[in-house]
T-cell receptor, first 115, second 114 residues
Framework: AQKVTQAQTEISVVEKEDVTLDCVYE???????LFWYKQPPSGELVFLIR??????QNEISGRYSWNFQKSTSSFNFTITASQVVDSAVYFC????????????FGSGTQLTVLP | DSGVTQTPKHLITATGQRVTLRCSPR?????VYWYQQSLDQGLQFLIQ???????AKGNILERFSAQQFPDLHSELNLSSLELGDSALYFC?????????????FGPGTRLTVL
């Protein structure tokens, strides 16, 4: 069965610091998809990125970057020069190409960016 | 704005009651998913529909049921409510219901059972 682990329950940083959120996953499928979602205090879930298992290229989008490493089953998320607006709960999630098409979520990491 | 709409935004009811949550997917999306977010269980998948047919089932209680209508909107029915059913219920939609799809989430319905 698939599983996503986000070991960091809460992280607190001061504005402009860089911060990395860890995500480790387990799956038996050879084809799978990894996602990051952001849940700000308002409560909605906002899609940030999707990664295919066959594409290990790292990705950068503005201050956000993602490091996908199949060898360690990790899909970590780094925010550079954090801002107060980045304060939110961040979820890593996994879906598979097979029968488990639904998202399996990690428990989330609460990020607080202090001014 | 994801394009997925959910109503109502908040719902307060009593134990033993029945409620219906409604979801309209993004234009063009054929698949709808329901998730429950609670403090003790986190974000859990409940059920998926694709073009009116049930596609996958997760940890959905027998007291809960769902359907997707011909216009593709979906409803989640929760009956014989218990205190532990208090949670944030999300609907998500995707184009084809495959694992490769990105799921876009609605704003959620916050259910409080008193």
């Amino acid at each position: 069965a698939q599983k996503v682990t986000q070991a960091q329950t809460e992280i607190s940083v001061v504005e402009k610091e860089d911060v990395t959120l860890d995500c480790v996953y387990e799956t038996r499928d050879t084809t799978y998809y990894l996602f990051w979602y952001k849940q700000p205090p308002s409560g909605e879930l906002v899609f940030l990125i999707r990664r295919n298992s066959f594409d290990e290229q790292n990705e950068i989008s503005g201050r956000y970057s993602w490091n996908f490493q199949k060898s360690t089953s990790s899909f970590n998320f780094t925010i550079t020069a954090s801002q107060v607006v980045d304060s939110a709960v961040y979820f890593c999630a996994l879906s598979e190409a097979g029968s488990a098409r639904q998202l399996t979520f990690g428990s989330g990491t609460q990020l607080t960016v202090l001014p | 704005d994801s394009g997925v709409t959910q109503t109502p935004k908040h719902l307060i009811t009593a134990t033993g009651q029945r409620v219906t949550l409604r979801c309209s997917p993004r234009s063009g999306d054929l698949s709808v998913y329901w998730y429950q977010q609670s403090l003790d269980q986190g974000l859990q998948f409940l059920i998926q529909y694709y073009n009116g047919e049930e596609r996958a089932k997760g940890n959905i209680l027998e007291r809960f049921s769902a359907q997707q209508f011909p216009d593709l909107h979906s409803e989640l029915n929760l009956s014989s409510l218990e205190l532990g059913d208090s949670a944030l219920y999300f609907c998500a939609s995707s184009v084809s219901g495959r694992g490769a799809d990105t799921q876009y989430f609605g704003p959620g319905t916050r259910l409080t059972v008193l």
